[in-house]
């Protein structure tokens, strides 16, 4: 195809060069990935920066002249409909459509991300994206006062959001083997907390003054990145005359009968996971994984539960946590939408330590678990006395977010592809799609579930959003409980292999 072979000359190397021209496509696929994802985050951020400003206490204002309404009215200068003393009700509305049909919309996704060229289906949907997000902040230039239209526009950007991950998951998959899956993904996930910055930022411009602009940049922008998908999207590393990387154990450890769950033991061989050699003839392609299929591959159940409860804490963060500190600590609307971004950094620190320490144990379930029974108590002391001064604010802020977003970022990149590509599968990495949405679209149910809660919560106080948090938070842990206990089995089993093989060598026959 005429883009793929634009591509390819952009890389083209001399032939006794050919590690490098294997290892700058893969490095284009993760930049190029990276910044698709980075613009979806990005998109999705601006509603929590414009809460503040779409209801706020306008007693300190200057009433303009020709205002007409009652010289008792605190709530003038908000924006209606959200003017009233059920605002957040009505925001968590606003939120859950959003949420809500991104859930139902990842677990179709996923099966039509697999049955669809990922470079069509992903520009598509970041067009659409782009749309919806930019018709959102339409709503302050059209002067639109009815909630129905803020609420069809989210579902409509949360269905067309769900193009995304699976394919994105899927397209790293196709290029990387399981070696350190884990650091590269860890340090590849960062895109999610650099895409809530970066969108904290850009809405934080005009949040005070046009806040419609706080939605219209960054439409433009994800709009603008599936152009580039379009031209430059590379599916597969056959497309372009590469190897795809190996996805299973060969040889023997594959007839031994290795574990049950060969991503979770340390005993599990470890790939390279930059493929260097380049076909004459490139593979046929396998066919695509049923639904419930991908379901019965050891491990995507108690991963999907865990998620499920990880991201609730991790979305309740995101979509309320600038509003908590502009009604705790006090600040402006902008200077709570920056505050909040350090959450986001703290969040790129844990997906990078979660990513180096699976790699290195070899335990996903129990780097997960540790991580999060650490955040439980980190999150009620934050609550306590994370707004009594600047410093221990931006500390725990940051703590919180590494503890937190650490095992949600894991779980949607490294696990989700190692389960993705398991050895029950044989090779056939087609599943990677279909499993990547069912771990995600089931986080997604309680990504919606959060932001709903703590609307509904929130009203009775914040203490009681928290103690729902570290709920949560301990019934993640709880999912990953018969995980923990195989991977400990399998470290116990390495450990007396090793020391039979020392005592073997010590005291030869």
Known sequence: MKTKNSVKKLFLMPKGNVPTFS?????????????????????????SIVKSRLHQNCSDMIKPINDTQSINDTTWCSWAPFDKDNYKELLGAVDNAFLVAYAIGMFISGIFGERLPIRYFLSAGMLLSGLFTSLFGMGYFWNIHVLWYFVFVQICNGLVQTTGWPSV????????????????????????????????????????????????????????????????????????????????????????????????????????????????EPSTKPAAISFLGALQIPGVIEFSLCLLFAKLVSYTFLYWLPLYIFNVAHFNAKEAGDLSTLFDAGGIIGGIMAG??????????????????????????????????????????????ALVNGPYALITTAVSADLGTHQSLKGNAKALSTVSAIIDGTGSIGAALGPLL?????????????????????????????????????????LNSDRGSSLVLTHPR
């Open 356 to 401: 180096f320490v699976s790699d290195y144990t070899s335990g996903s379930a129990t780097t997960c678990c540790i991580m999060l029974i650490l955040a439980a108590p980190m999150m009620f002391l934050y609550n306590y006395i994370g707004q009594s001064g600047m410093t221990s604010s931006i500390v725990m802020l940051i703590v919180c977010g």
């Open 454 to 494: 703590a609307g509904l919560i929130s009203p009775t106080g914040w203490n009681n959003v928290f103690y729902m948090l570290i709920s949560a938070d301990i019934l993640a842990c709880l999912f990953l409980c018969r995980l923990v206990y195989k991977e400990m089995l399998a470290w116990k089993a390495s």
């Open 169 to 280: 998951v899927t397209c790293v998959g196709n290029w990387f083997g399981k070696g350190r899956r884990g650091l590269i993904m860890g340090i590849w996930n960062s895109h999610t907390s650099v895409g809530n910055i970066l969108g904290s930022l850009i809405a934080g411009i005009w949040v005070n003054g046009q806040w419609g602009l706080s939605f219209v940049v960054p439409g433009v922008i994800t709009a603008a990145m599936g152009v580039l998908i379009f031209l430059f999207l590379i599916e597969y590393p056959e497309d372009v005359d590469c190897t795809p990387p190996q996805h299973v154990s060969s040889g023997t450890r594959e007839e031994q009968g290795n574990q049950d769950d060969p991503e979770n033991g340390p005993s599990s061989e470890r790939e390279s996971s930059l493929e260097t050699r380049c076909p004459k």
């Open 23 to 47: 290892y700058r496509f893969r490095g284009f696929i993760l930049l190029l990935t990276f910044l698709v994802y980075t613009s979806y985050h990005m998109s999705r951020k601006p509603i």
